[in-house]
């Protein structure tokens, strides 16, 4: 708004754009449209759930753990055994707070091992699962997972 302020007084010469409503109506919209493009949007974890933004899962209840691009970001898509879903959680976002990330991946960890949760290959390798953790994938998933060395 500072910016807007600044402008609107040199092109008019003065401060006479003050007394025009209109101003004022585009100045408030236009706040209001950049608050609402760069509020921020946070993560909580518990001992046993992460909430990313208004969605929240049981991390040691997990039915599904799949790895997606969305857009440039690396995310998970997340479901746990209630029906909750995280459709995009950002793995840069939460891997910046090493505690939190240390109560997420305990929890993925868990629901692994207990034979529960669908996760693909490439998942388990993005999060460096070791395959001896819960259900052992079959030979053509393990290599579709990993990289080819020429």
Same mark, same amino acid.
């Given at each position: 708004?500072?910016?807007?302020? %600044?402008?609107? $007084?040199?092109?008019?010469?003065?401060?006479? =754009? +003050?007394?025009?409503?209109?101003?004022?109506?585009?100045? %408030?919209?236009?706040?209001?449209?950049? /608050?609402?493009? $760069? &509020?921020?949007?946070? +993560?909580?974890?518990?001992?046993? #759930?992460?909430?990313?933004?208004?969605? =929240?899962?049981?991390?040691?209840?997990? $039915?599904?753990?799949? /790895?997606?691009?969305?857009?440039?970001?690396?995310?998970?898509?997340? @479901?746990? %055994?209630?029906?909750?879903?995280?459709?995009? /959680? @950002?793995?840069?976002?939460?891997?910046?707070?090493?505690?939190? #990330?240390?109560? *997420?991946?305990?929890?993925?960890?868990?629901? *692994?091992?207990?034979?529960?949760?669908?996760?693909?290959? @490439? +998942?388990?390798?993005?999060? @460096?699962?070791?395959?001896?953790?819960?259900?052992?994938? +079959? !030979?053509?998933?393990?290599? &579709?997972? !990993? &990289? &080819?060395? #020429?």
């Amino acid at each position: 708004m500072g910016i807007s302020v %600044a402008y609107l $007084t040199l092109v008019d010469g003065g401060l006479r =754009w +003050t007394h025009m409503w209109v101003m004022w109506v585009i100045m %408030a919209v236009g706040a209001w449209v950049m /608050f609402g493009a $760069t &509020r921020n949007h946070w +993560t909580a974890v518990g001992s046993t #759930w992460v909430q990313w933004r208004d969605d =929240w899962v049981d991390t040691y209840h997990l $039915t599904c753990i799949r /790895f997606s691009a969305d857009g440039p970001n690396r995310v998970l898509r997340l @479901k746990d %055994a209630h029906g909750n879903k995280i459709h995009s /959680f @950002k793995i840069s976002e939460i891997q910046r707070n090493p505690d939190l #990330w240390d109560l *997420v991946y305990n929890g993925i960890l868990h629901s *692994v091992a207990s034979g529960n949760c669908d996760i693909d290959a @490439k +998942t388990r390798h993005i999060l @460096k699962i070791p395959y001896e953790l819960g259900p052992r994938p +079959t !030979r053509s998933e393990r290599i &579709r997972g !990993r &990289r &080819r060395r #020429w």
